[in-house]
């Protein structure tokens, strides 16, 4: 059984397809990776994929139970989401922000425990925050701000992650440092993995899987061996692509 299954997914944003027909499945220990050109529909299809968007045709199922099923907190346990970009609603400290990760294993109006802290400062070290955690989220950098989301996630602890632009205002280290532990954690725990990247050699090297979305009813995917080549990318980015072979590692590069 697949951990994520979509089937037919459409959706219209003003009555323009953004989305048609659209079909796939991941399995655990899976990392896919998201490749298409701005307004073609990664970030509405994570959304529809989390639950956040209803699709206007297809159906979206999560361990075999189409995601209309679960209430929120058990949906919740089960998929995670990354969004493009945060935004500081109130204001908290970093070690606040990071425990609303716990959120869906709490029951209603619980309090924080202590290895629920613990579980956090945890999480913190992990991205190299743990010695902002009495930071107010205000202060922090774009790329730390990137970290604590992901720090957020990780304590959430769901079965299949889906990061829109994980890498966003992160500098070469922290991508390629922040992009091992998730790609390590999904493969060692056996969940699943569907990130949107505008850079193909970030998913050559992280991902097993890639979804081409070429425009609103033309996809191309499945394993990166098949799916990236120079031929399939000059079809995506309109655009002449080449390509170097750097110690037995394919890199790709504008003509």
């Known amino acids: 059984m697949s951990l994520l299954h979509a089937k037919s997914i459409s959706v219209s944003i003003e009555s323009h397809s953004v989305i048609s027909n ?3 499945s991941i399995n655990r220990g899976e990392c896919w990776g998201i490749l298409g050109a ?10 529809v994929l989390a639950g956040l968007r209803k699709a206007d045709a297809g159906e979206v199922c999560v361990d075999g139970h189409p995601i209309s099923d679960f209430r929120r907190k058990e949906l919740y346990k089960r998929v995670g989401i990354l969004f493009q970009d945060s935004y500081d609603s109130f204001p908290t400290t970093v070690l606040e922000s990071a425990l609303t990760g716990r959120f869906p294993h709490l ?7 202590t290895e629920d802290i613990r579980l956090c400062m945890d ?3 992990e991205v190299s925050l743990s010695n902002m955690a009495s930071r107010e ?19 959430q602890h769901p079965k299949l992650w889906l990061l829109d632009e994980p890498t966003n205002h992160l500098d070469i280290h922290y991508q390629t440092s922040l992009l091992n532990l998730i790609v390590n954690k999904i493969t060692t725990l056996s969940e699943g993995l ?3 990247l505008h850079d ?9 899987h890639a979804l081409l979305m070429i425009d609103h009813e033309t996809q191309i995917h499945g394993e990166i061996s098949e799916v990236i080549t120079i ?4 079809i995506l980015y309109q655009h002449s692509i080449r390509s170097v072979n750097d110690g037995g590692r394919i890199l790709y590069y504008l003509a």
């Not at 701005?38 to 959304?47: I, M």
């Not at 029951?107 to 425990?113: E, G």
């Not at 970030?202 to 991902?207: D, G, K, N, T, Y």
Request: glycine share 6%.
């Open 22 to 24: 659209l079909d796939i």
């Open 38 to 47: 701005n307004g073609v529909g990664k970030t509405t299809l994570l959304h």
């Open 107 to 113: 029951p209603y109006w619980a309090i924080n425990s």
């Open 123 to 125: 999480a913190l070290a």
């Open 137 to 155: 989220v205000c202060t922090l950098s774009g790329g730390e701000r990137r970290r604590l989301a992901l720090a957020t996630l990780i304590i």
């Open 194 to 196: 569907l990130m949107s």
């Open 200 to 208: 193909v050699n970030l998913l050559v090297r992280f991902c097993s």
């Open 231 to 234: 031929e399939n990318l000059e």
